[in-house]
């Protein structure tokens, strides 16, 4: 306890164990150590949950299950925290929860999107505490997510939620289209009149929302975004 890691560049894995147990990140001893890329991963199969705990910083963090962070670690635990990570990814159809007023910065790029059949919950652990989550860089357009009890209030853009997504309520700095399940789904940005103009056309699929773990396949055999 209280001993300092040279993270260096390295990349820590935690997986949940075969017999579907959850997996544990502690960091409370050690406020504010430095991190390189930190990613849990599930291979049970089984429901399992990453419980995430204390003040650290991080390059990358990649969440492939439900995960709660925490000041300190406990399932029911919501000591507030002080997080800072370059890159957050998070998982379609997963559950994310904060600890009421503590602060989650994201430098460079967050995730948060969910996909048409698997949407993202990002919320507070108290329902009706907010907790912060402060959105410094990169894209704030998202969809297919229900969010509840988050301030966003620190970020340097509204972060803009499209109508795949909902309002569970008390919000801050959120921007929300009315909710319309049946709002046509735009994944080739790319309007019309482009199509006649003569000049040549670049497809990207980012309005599919995609995160770094997904993949496209176009007819010539690319499955990058564009």
Not at 4 to 30: C, E, K, P, Q, R
Not at 117 to 132: E, F, I, K, P, Y
Not at 169 to 198: E, H, M, Q, R, W
Request: one cysteine or more; charged letters at 10%; aromatic letters at 12%.
């Amino acid at each position: 306890n209280g001993g300092v890691v040279d993270a260096g560049t390295s990349h820590i894995i935690f997986y949940d164990l075969l017999n579907g147990s959850n997996s544990t990140f502690n960091s409370a001893y050690n406020p504010g150590q430095q991190y390189y890329d930190i990613s849990f991963l599930t291979r049970s199969g089984a429901s399992t949950k990453s419980f995430i705990a204390g003040n650290f910083k991080a390059n990358k963090v990649t969440l492939t299950n439900d995960a709660r962070f925490s000041g300190n670690y406990g399932d029911t635990n919501n000591d507030s925290f002080n997080t800072t990570i370059n890159t957050l990814i998070l998982q379609p159809s997963k559950t994310y929860s904060l600890a009421p007023a503590s602060n989650l910065t994201i430098n460079d790029n967050l995730y948060l999107s969910g996909s048409p059949c698997r949407v993202t919950t990002l919320q507070s652990t108290v329902s009706g505490s907010a907790a912060n989550l402060n959105v410094l860089g990169g894209g704030t357009n998202h969809d297919f997510a229900t969010i509840k009890d988050i301030n966003a209030s620190g970020s340097y853009q509204t972060l803009r939620m499209d109508a795949h997504s909902t309002n569970a309520g008390n919000n801050t700095n959120f921007t929300f289209k009315p909710y319309d399940a049946n709002a046509p789904i735009v994944g080739l940005t790319i309007f019309n009149s482009t199509l006649y103009s003569g000049s040549p056309i670049t497809l990207t699929a980012e309005g599919f929302f995609p995160n770094p773990a997904t993949t496209f396949l176009w007819n010539d055999g690319s499955t990058g975004s564009s």
